[in-house]
């Protein structure tokens, strides 16, 4: 590990942290191929981009000749052997890989080096397909591919066009672009984000596309919490590959002390992830793959990382965005309420993923205890959710939990409308019942939040709220607090500022 790089809030600090991570796990395959060795699978990822993101970063973020280029340039050559056999395997991810291929091609081109490996990258781009999904954050990098093409004395003006109206149809009026389509299905900051910085990305190489960027940041910037944390809602709650993304964008479209604030938010936690081998910004091990999705490897998504934090380096800022004055996302489905004593998140949720539904509370702090909560649930039994799903994550869940009897026997999430304000010195959050059902009130809350400052009323009385054991969250471990079950219309929880 670097010394004292929590310290250093730079994003060359950043840099320098993460590339010796990453350089660590270099490696050769069985027929001599400089690869990245993922730490927990013990081999390269060859079907997602561990390789070709890190040998663009160590590209695009070195000088010729330096060590660190020349070991970019190793594993753009093993890239390149191994891409018919990669690429073979099933879910291949071959818009980022091409993203990351025409990024080195240009820059080679730029400095003039490489012809060979330049032609191989070009031949190699122009015979292998798209992605044959339309997951919405892949399309920007499509579009990359495409115009590469293009430029190449291919073809590429038709399918240029389909990415512009898809992603024209998955953009809300509120700033907010939806995950997948058709509407409904998903949204989550860290994909929104990761569009956005695309996005951003084509403009800048000046390609046209189809969203007002200023509108998408901001929206986003009025969803940073006070400890200038982004990530905390949906399937990508406080993964990694959000980061470097946001960094970039905050470069480009943030003002100077939004950019600070992320930066030493990402210095405070990225060390330990790294250390740990994790994919989260928690204390956690990530051998143990506690709350990782099926698609996740450890590699690649710190690769990721490098890559945009070497993007966001080079990036030229244009004129800073202010936060959206809006409280209300009603297009998106997400409240906001802030005042500089507190701030609360509330999501009406998404269909297809448990980590997205809804009505849900997605983070609460406030000036006397920072952060009370972040996140919610986790990967479950359905798309992407089944080899780390645990039964736990349920109780992951700041709201109501359906019971029968006098107790709880299984933690069932009762999702009903939910709003918050602020009322005198309280953070006041409310739960309407669409009828009068047995339920308790369920609470994870940070360590070391005083649970004497949080009072839980059961229409209108107030009711004892109880330990109630811990759960593990995308933020760590939780303390829990619980309430007996009553039969009633209303609960409310009210938080002293």
Not at 271 to 296: C, F, I, K, M, V
Not at 477 to 495: G, K, M
């Given at each position: 590990?670097v ?16 590339f ?15 690869i ?5 699978e013990?081999?390269?990822?060859g079907?997602?981009?561990?390789l070709s993101?890190f040998?663009a970063a160590?590209i ?6 330096s060590k660190?280029?020349?070991e970019?340039l ?6 390149l ?8 395997i ?6 980022f890989?091409?993203?990351?291929l025409?990024?080195m091609h240009?820059e080679?081109?730029r400095?003039?080096?490489?012809e060979?490996?330049r032609?191989a990258?070009r031949?190699?781009?122009?015979s292998t ?7 919405v954050?892949?399309l920007p ?9 293009l430029?190449w004395g ?5 399918a ?5 109206r898809?992603i ?6 509120d700033g907010?672009?939806?995950?997948r ?5 998903s949204f989550n900051?860290?994909y ?10 084509l403009e800048?190489c000046?390609?046209d596309q189809?969203v ?9 910037a009025?969803?940073v ?6 990530n905390?809602?949906?399937r990508g ?10 960094i ?5 479209r ?5 950019l600070?604030l992320?930066?030493?938010y990402?210095?405070?936690h990225l060390?330990?992830?790294?250390e740990?081998?994790n994919?989260l910004?928690?204390?956690?091990s ?10 996740h490897y450890c590699s690649?998504?710190?690769?990721h990382?490098?890559?945009?934090l070497v ?5 030229e800022?244009?004129?800073?965005v202010s ?5 209300s996302f009603?297009?998106t489905?997400l409240?906001?309420v ?7 998140v509330?999501?009406s949720?998404?269909r297809e993923y448990?980590a997205?539904r809804?009505p849900e509370?997605?983070a609460?702090?406030t000036l006397r ?7 919610s ?11 780390h799903?645990?039964?736990s ?8 939990l359906?019971?029968g009897g006098?107790?709880v026997?299984?933690?069932y ?8 304000h602020?009322?005198g010195?309280?953070?006041v959050?409310?739960y309407?019942l669409?009828r009068?059902?047995?339920c308790?009130l369920n609470?994870?809350i940070?360590l070391?939040v005083?649970?004497?400052?949080i009072?839980?009323y059961a229409d209108?009385?107030?009711v004892?709220?109880m ?6 969250t ?5 303390n829990?607090?619980?309430?007996a079950?009553y039969?009633?219309?209303e609960?409310?929880?009210?938080i002293i500022?």
């Amino acid at each position: 590990m670097v010394e004292n790089i929590k310290t250093d809030t730079s994003i060359d600090g950043m840099i320098n942290l993460v590339f010796s991570k990453c350089s660590s796990w270099l490696g050769k395959d069985a027929d001599g191929n400089v690869i990245l060795v993922d730490p927990h699978e013990r081999e390269a990822v060859g079907h997602h981009y561990a390789l070709s993101h890190f040998a663009a970063a160590a590209i695009l973020g070195n000088c010729p000749s330096s060590k660190r280029f020349e070991e970019g340039l190793a594993v753009l050559r093993g890239v390149l052997r191994r891409w018919e056999r990669d690429s073979a395997i099933p879910g291949f991810h071959n818009d980022f890989n091409h993203f990351a291929l025409v990024l080195m091609h240009d820059e080679l081109e730029r400095l003039g080096l490489c012809e060979e490996e330049r032609g191989a990258i070009r031949r190699t781009v122009m015979s292998t397909a798209d992605s044959n999904h339309d997951t919405v954050n892949w399309l920007p990098m499509r579009m990359i591919a495409d115009e590469a093409r293009l430029r190449w004395g291919g073809r590429g003006s038709r399918a240029l066009e389909l990415c512009r109206r898809k992603i024209s149809r998955a953009a809300n009026g509120d700033g907010f672009i939806e995950d997948r389509l058709p509407r409904g299905t998903s949204f989550n900051l860290q994909y929104d984000v990761s569009s956005v910085a695309l996005l951003d990305f084509l403009e800048s190489c000046g390609i046209d596309q189809p969203v007002g960027l200023d509108g998408a940041y901001s929206a986003l910037a009025a969803c940073v919490l006070p400890d200038g944390d982004i990530n905390y809602l949906g399937r990508g709650c406080n993964q990694i590959f959000a980061w470097g993304p946001w960094i970039y964008l905050l470069k480009r479209r943030g003002e100077p002390a939004a950019l600070e604030l992320s930066l030493r938010y990402l210095a405070c936690h990225l060390p330990n992830t790294l250390e740990n081998d994790n994919l989260l910004l928690n204390d956690l091990s990530g051998a143990d793959r506690q709350l990782w999705w099926d698609y996740h490897y450890c590699s690649v998504y710190t690769a990721h990382l490098l890559l945009w934090l070497v993007l966001a380096r080079r990036a030229e800022p244009v004129s800073p965005v202010s936060p959206s004055g809006l409280t209300s996302f009603s297009d998106t489905g997400l409240e906001v309420v802030r005042s500089e004593h507190a701030m609360a998140v509330t999501f009406s949720g998404r269909r297809e993923y448990l980590a997205e539904r809804g009505p849900e509370v997605t983070a609460i702090w406030t000036l006397r205890h920072g952060v009370i909560h972040k996140g919610s649930f986790g990967p479950w039994l359905k798309a992407f959710g089944f080899k780390h799903a645990f039964p736990s994550v349920l109780l992951n869940h700041f709201g109501l939990l359906r019971v029968g009897g006098r107790s709880v026997t299984l933690p069932y999430p009762l999702f009903v409308p939910v709003s918050a304000h602020i009322l005198g010195g309280r953070l006041v959050i409310e739960y309407k019942l669409p009828r009068r059902l047995s339920c308790c009130l369920n609470l994870p809350i940070h360590l070391g939040v005083d649970p004497g400052d949080i009072t839980a009323y059961a229409d209108n009385r107030p009711v004892d709220l109880m330990g109630a054991g811990g759960v593990i969250t995308q933020y760590g471990f939780e303390n829990i607090l619980q309430t007996a079950p009553y039969e009633v219309d209303e609960w409310r929880v009210e938080i002293i500022l």
